[in-house]
């Protein structure tokens, strides 16, 4: 069946502009995970969806970070005014549910870059 | 501050040897801990996991062993084979909100040597 996929695998950008990346999660699957995991890091958490809505947006550096579930499925995390310390592997991970020790399953993730 | 310690960036063992792969955490909150691996551009995988109920948990090849008291945890794998090098995560699920959020320790390279 099918996994997590993420789009672009790779992006390039210039620093100060906008980005969007996406996650398509198994279908079924009303957990959605975003990590983010910088050069010599582990992936750090960044925000959940349980369904539609963020449960725990906690990890979101800052303002400049967002991210949407709008139908409970896809979802998308938006980065304005890209700065070079936004470089990094953006990971998805979904499973059945959250809160019951359920798998997380995750994507191949994001190569973002800001030049 | 890093919860989630892997203090060994890097590990190599010869094929068909012990590999063992060491993680400290500072919360004695944690209740649940997971082993993750990662091929270069690939998505981290579950490997195996510990409640913290137990003190072993085996899957073939794979064990993990949790000490509590020392808040340390290991996963052994006998034997290693050349498709166990990869990047090996220890990571926990956050005490405080019931909602599988995990913390990754940063890492063990592990190479198995023909």
């Known amino acids: 069946g099918a996994g997590v996929s993420q789009t672009p695998s790779n992006k390039v950008t210039e620093k100060g502009k906008y980005v969007e990346l996406r996650c398509d999660p198994i279908s079924g699957h009303t957990a959605l995970y975003w990590y983010r995991q910088s050069l010599g890091q582990g992936p750090e958490f960044l925000i959940y969806?349980?369904?539609?809505?963020?449960?725990?947006d906690s990890g979101l550096p800052n303002d400049r970070f967002f991210a949407v579930r709008p139908e409970g499925s896809v979802s998308t995390l938006k980065i304005q005014r890209t700065e070079r310390g936004d470089s990094a592997v953006y990971l998805c991970a979904s499973s059945l549910n959250a809160g019951g020790g359920y798998e997380q399953y995750f994507g191949p993730g994001t190569r973002l870059t800001v030049t | 501050d890093q919860q989630v310690k892997q203090n060994s960036p890097s590990l190599s063992v010869q094929e068909g040897r012990i590999s063992i792969l060491n993680c400290d955490y500072t919360?004695?909150?944690?209740?649940?801990f997971l082993w993750y691996k990662k091929y270069p551009a690939e998505g981290p995988t579950f490997l195996i996991s510990i409640s913290s109920i137990k003190d072993k948990n085996e899957d073939g090849r794979f064990t993990v062993f949790l000490n509590k008291s020392a808040k340390h945890l290991s996963l052994h794998i006998v034997p290693s084979q050349p498709g166990d090098s990869a990047v090996y995560f220890c990571?926990?699920?956050?005490?405080?909100?019931?909602?599988?959020?995990?913390?990754f320790g940063k890492g063990t390279r592990l190479h198995i040597l023909p």
């Open positions: 969806f349980q369904g539609t809505g963020a449960a725990d």
């Open positions: 919360n004695s909150m944690f209740d649940y």
């Open positions: 990571a926990a699920s956050d005490p405080q909100k019931r909602d599988d959020k995990i913390i």
